[in-house]
């Protein structure tokens, strides 16, 4: 898994592309650029490109897939910028749930990232802040003990008290925390 790559600018000759990717239902394209500081983001195909590129890392977990092949930073800070963020995230640890249910045991399943638990230390790129992990770690455990999916008010005491920059990286670690908690169940069940 990687971090977020910046996405190149099209070139002008390409723009009629873009355009015409983004209006493709079919086409993975979420976003265009529309001048130097504007963006058109579609949410719901960013959104459909975070699911496919979780249900990828799940089948096979020695896929390099990170974040930016879901979303780049500019549609994922974009979509905080609209007041989707919270959004955002449970739509991540809803999607995680679906896709670990769907394959592995639920004892495994269903186990809360302990308070132990540091992504930073299993993944020493990550340089997360304890309030950005620990806000994750709430986030991602309370849709884990959850029997139906989380709505966005149901995290807003957790979300609304971080800053847009946090809000980024707590997309980024509950990302990270779905392969995290998939690579060790697959390990522990050997499920490949």
């Known amino acids: 898994m990687g971090l977020f790559r910046r996405q ?3 070139p002008p000759d390409d723009n009629d592309r873009a ?3 983004l209006m493709d239902r079919h086409h993975h394209r979420a976003s265009i650029l529309d001048g130097d500081d504007r963006m058109i983001i579609q949410p719901g195909q960013a959104l459909e490109n975070f699911a496919l590129t979780m249900e990828r890392l799940d089948n096979d977990i020695d896929t390099p897939v990170g974040v930016s092949d879901a979303a780049s930073f500019e549609e994922v800070l974009g979509m905080i910028q609209m007041g989707m963020g919270s959004f955002l995230a449970v739509h991540l640890v809803n999607t995680a749930m679906r896709i ?3 394959r592995y045991p639920e004892e495994l399943v269903r186990r809360p990232l ?3 638990y540091d992504l ?3 993944v020493p790129v990550l340089t997360f802040t304890d309030e950005q992990h620990e806000a994750a770690r709430q986030i ?3 849709r884990t003990l959850s029997t139906v999916d989380l709505q966005a008010e149901d995290i807003d005491d957790v979300w609304e008290r971080l800053s847009e920059e946090d809000q980024v990286q707590v997309v980024t670690a509950l990302f990270f925390m779905f ?3 998939v690579g ?5 069940t050997g499920i490949k």
Do not use: C, D, H, I
């Not at 060790?184 to 522990?188: D, N, P």
């Open 19 to 21: 355009v015409s990717e």
């Open 8 to 10: 190149p600018t099209p």
């Open 114 to 116: 302990p308070e132990q």
């Open 179 to 181: 392969g995290n908690k």
């Open 120 to 122: 930073r230390k299993l």
């Open 100 to 102: 670990m249910s769907a």
């Open 140 to 142: 991602f455990n309370q």
């Open 184 to 188: 060790a169940m697959k390990y522990r």
